[in-house]
């Protein structure tokens, strides 16, 4: 993990928030090449539920809901974390992730000091609203994006004319107060959610439960993530939350052990049957094809973090390996004295990778630069282009490489001759010559044929 938060540091994906003030304990900035592979990856999920499915609609919820949502969903009195702390070192654990031995005996296991009892701390950061701070006022930041959803079910289905089953997705920021923040942006407590609740006729629901952890597993292989790091686990009956009937997590073998990464949940009628009640508003649906029959759907959730999907895929194509002598000849290609070199490389789908093609003319002079300048323009319009005119080809390539940027372009001295150029691929280190006229065309099929080989 130590790697892969330098490299991030390093190229421009993670800083540590207000890292000028010593850092915002679990915050963190997303830089440059950060931003854009967390859009790619929003982006991709999304497209995924709403173009792929005809019966899945989006939406984007405010942060800021009615209090009482919260006690609807149970988090008031739910969502809570079982809290001790050091009496002598003052660490804070959560009491369900250290040894049991060392609640029994009270121990604290870094400095064996004493521990306190095990108290209950909920996770919820709360404010307050308008200009009195009372217990009127007091007004929670989300800590899913799912309950947006269910207060919004009935306007959908009357503004979009929805028939069961469908389907509500959803990205956007979450908060929990974690009591524990390590292992990078794994568990923070401002984070990013991408989920989809899915409504279905109560009976259907555990045919549907399949299905989509079925198509949620088919994502992450689209994906090219590497299925021997991804596996299921099952929640136990002491592990299942207060709304489910079922629950699958998608776990991934990250550096610090596996750990989920996505949850598949049943959640039953649970949600909308407590908002009714809560609300005092009729949350059942009403079947127009089956003699206006009426029922509370039941619920199936895919619950993906996105800030944690974007730590599995930097995990997932991180890579390092030596340069091979001679892989290739040709003024651009990676030259002899490199061979034996350690290249780190981040092997990330070319539609998730935050720069597509770096442009690089192998020398400034002889109008080499000029007409890298022209294909960059050119390629501009379809791709995420970078340009690097600094520095030996060979050291490019490696940049490139780190920034995990699948395809480089080589402008050289026979460019000028026969109008084309080199394309260089990230993982085989290949090279191709390709007319420029055609090179655009190139790259499009890559990407669509890509298939994850290292
Ligand atoms: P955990 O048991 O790890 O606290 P959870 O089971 O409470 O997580 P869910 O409420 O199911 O998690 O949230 C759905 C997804 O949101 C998780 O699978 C994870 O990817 C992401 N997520 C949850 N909490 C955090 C967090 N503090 N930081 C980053 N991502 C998070």
Not at 304 to 312: E, K, P, S
Not at 367 to 373: R, S, T, V
Request: one cysteine or more; a neutral charge.
């Amino acid at each position: 993990m130590d790697k892969i938060t330098s490299l991030a540091k390093r190229r421009g994906f993670v800083f540590q928030s207000s890292e000028i003030y010593g850092g915002q304990n679990g915050a963190w900035d997303y830089g440059p090449l950060g931003v854009e592979l967390k859009n790619r990856i929003a982006a991709a999920w999304w497209k995924e539920m709403t173009q792929l499915n005809d019966d899945i609609a989006g939406l984007d919820a405010a942060i800021l809901m009615h209090p009482r949502t919260w006690e609807a969903s149970g988090h008031v009195e739910n969502f809570t974390d079982p809290l001790v702390d050091c009496k002598k070192c003052k660490s804070r654990f959560r009491a369900d992730q250290i040894p049991q031995e060392n609640i029994k005996e009270k121990k604290c296991p870094e400095c064996s000091g004493e521990l306190t009892d095990t108290r209950k701390f909920n996770l919820m950061f709360k404010t307050n609203i308008g200009p009195a701070e009372d217990s009127a006022s007091i007004i929670y930041l989300r800590p899913e994006t799912a309950q947006g959803i269910y207060v919004n079910y009935k306007n959908i289905i009357q503004s979009n004319r929805m028939k069961i089953p469908f389907g509500i997705a959803q990205i956007g920021k979450a908060f929990r107060n974690e009591i524990v923040t390590k292992n990078f942006i794994f568990r923070t407590c401002e984070f990013e959610q991408m989920e989809m609740q899915f409504f279905v006729k109560p009976g259907t629901d555990e045919q549907w439960f399949d299905e989509w952890r079925r198509r949620r597993w088919a994502y992450y292989e689209k994906m090219g993530v590497k299925t021997d790091n991804l596996r299921w686990h099952r929640h136990g009956p002491d592990e299942l939350a207060h709304y489910a009937k079922d629950a699958y997590d998608i776990e991934y073998l990250f550096p610090m052990g596996w750990r989920e990464l996505e949850g598949v949940h049943n959640r039953s009628d649970y949600d909308l049957g407590r908002h009714a009640q809560y609300s005092g508003k009729d949350m059942q649906y009403i079947d127009q094809d089956n003699n206006n029959d009426r029922y509370t759907p039941f619920i199936i959730e895919t619950s993906a973090g996105l800030t944690r999907t974007l730590l599995m895929i930097l995990c997932d194509a991180y890579d390092e390996e030596t340069v091979a002598s001679g892989a290739n000849s040709g003024s651009s290609s990676e030259t002899q004295s490199e061979a034996g070199e350690l290249r780190t490389v981040l092997r990330f789908h070319p539609r998730l990778a935050p720069i597509t093609v770096a442009v690089l003319p192998l020398m400034k002079k002889d109008g080499l630069a000029e007409m890298a300048q022209d294909i960059r323009r050119e390629l501009k319009e379809d791709f995420a282009v970078d340009f690097d005119q600094a520095g030996a080809i060979g050291r490019r390539y490696r940049r490139q490489d780190e920034a995990g940027t699948p395809f480089c372009v080589t402008i050289d001295y026979q460019s000028k001759e026969d109008k084309t150029v080199t394309l260089r691929f990230r993982d085989s280190m290949e090279q191709e010559r390709v007319p420029i006229a055609k090179l655009a065309t190139k790259l499009q099929q890559e990407i669509k044929a890509y298939r994850r080989k290292l």
